[in-house]
């Protein structure tokens, strides 16, 4: 099945700095790439997702870029202000329904933003 | 529009008992899924229900189970606790129906097993 990993584990910024998650996918049919972000005691909520046909897409200051071929696909956040401190998660998943739909996380990064 | 909802917000049991959490979905979502969020592990996939059948089930053992209503509402049973259970448990929803890529997530559930 698929496997994605995501690094850093931990990420510590200044404010005004960007910030920059990477993840890798194991299953190369995987086509859609969303991102969570979860604030302490929250629920994960979607802040940007992507597709297989897309290279890059970009809302305000979060940006994800996909690599097809290295399968690897980032983001990134600039300007980073206090509130963007959260867990961040990176999930990949393969079809839109079907019985074998399933997304799979990363184990997610804790970003951290020093005033 | 109310979010997805969950219950309870926290459940304490002991090893041995059984636990049941419940979900509502997003009105108008047919798909519930279920994830284990144990610390340092991210989300694990549980299951998925869709128009009341399960369709997918993650790495674990028979002991998790669940089902979904014809409200599409869903209930997750976690029988004979171990202590290693203990974690939030995370509901989502989505459309279904081929479009179900987009997950809603609860606050969860935490279990806690002592």
């Known amino acids: 099945g698929e496997n994605v990993e995501q690094h850093p584990s931990t990420l510590s910024v200044q404010e005004g700095d960007s910030a920059v998650i990477k993840c890798t996918y194991s299953?190369?049919?995987?086509?859609?790439f969303p991102w969570y972000k979860q604030e302490l005691g929250k629920r994960p909520q979607l802040i940007i997702d992507?597709?297989?046909?897309?290279g890059e897409k970009k809302d305000q200051r979060i940006a994800v870029t996909l690599n097809k071929t290295a399968k690897h696909f980032s983001l990134h956040i600039t300007e980073t202000q206090p509130e963007d401190s959260a867990v961040y998660f990176c999930?990949?998943?393969?079809?839109?329904?079907?019985?074998?739909?399933?997304?799979?996380f990363g184990k997610g990064t804790l970003l951290t933003v020093n005033p | 529009e109310a979010g997805v909802t969950q219950s309870p917000t926290h459940l304490i049991k002991t090893r041995g008992q059984q636990a049941t959490l419940r979900c509502s979905p997003i009105?108008?979502?047919?798909?519930v899924y279920w994830y284990q969020q144990a610390l340092g592990l991210g989300l694990q996939f549980l299951l998925w229900?869709?128009?009341?059948?399960?369709?997918n089930r993650g790495n674990f053992p028979p002991r998790f189970s669940g089902r979904q209503f014809p409200n599409y509402s869903s209930e997750l049973n976690v029988n004979a606790l171990e202590l290693e259970d203990s974690a939030l448990y995370l509901c989502?929803?989505?459309?279904?129906?081929?479009?179900?890529?987009?997950?809603?997530f609860g606050s969860g559930t935490q279990l806690s097993v002592l």
């Open positions: 989502a929803s989505s459309l279904g129906q081929g479009n179900n890529e987009k997950l809603f």
């Open positions: 299953d190369s049919a995987s086509n859609y």
């Open positions: 992507i597709r297989s046909n897309v």
């Open positions: 999930a990949a998943s393969k079809g839109s329904g079907g019985s074998n739909y399933k997304l799979t």
């Open positions: 009105s108008g979502h047919t798909s």
């Open positions: 229900y869709d128009e009341g059948e399960e369709r």
